[in-house]
Nanobody, 117 residues
Framework: QVQPVESGGGLVQAGGSLRVACRVR???????????MAWYRQAPGKQRELVAT???????NYADSVKGRFTISRDNSRKSVFLQMNSLKPEDTAVYYC????????WGQGTQVTVSS
């Protein structure tokens, strides 16, 4: 079964940094590599929102709320996607998930990121 597995979340003070990772288990390279992958997040009481995307050629796009602070990257050999988060704010507190840009994969458990003020 194809399953994203997220890791790397935690508790950090405002202004700090975290790097979260996602490895997609059960997927073959020829299927993973062409995908535009994405990070999403869901804060308590809110809908899941798109945070960043990265294409097969590593072109990236970001939500306005994280532009200039977050960086998405990928490692195709490891079927993995990463999100470097700098200058974190309390409003970045959420569970972070990865999926492709059209949400074809199963949802993983996500990784909790909590930013204290």
């Amino acid at each position: 079964q194809v399953q994203p597995v997220e890791s790397g979340g935690g508790l950090v003070q405002a202004g700090g940094s975290l790097r979260v990772a996602c490895r997609v288990r059960g997927i073959i390279t020829s299927v993973f590599n062409p995908k535009t992958m994405a990070w999403y997040r869901q804060a308590p009481g809110k809908q899941r929102e798109l945070v960043a995307t990265i294409t097969r050629t590593s072109s990236t796009n970001y939500a306005d709320s994280v532009k200039g602070r977050f960086t998405i990257s990928r490692d195709n050999s490891r079927k993995s996607v990463f999100l470097q988060m700098n200058s974190l704010k309390p409003e970045d507190t959420a569970v972070y998930y990865c999926n492709d840009d059209i949400q074809q994969l199963s949802w993983g458990q996500g990784t909790q990121v909590t930013v204290s003020s």
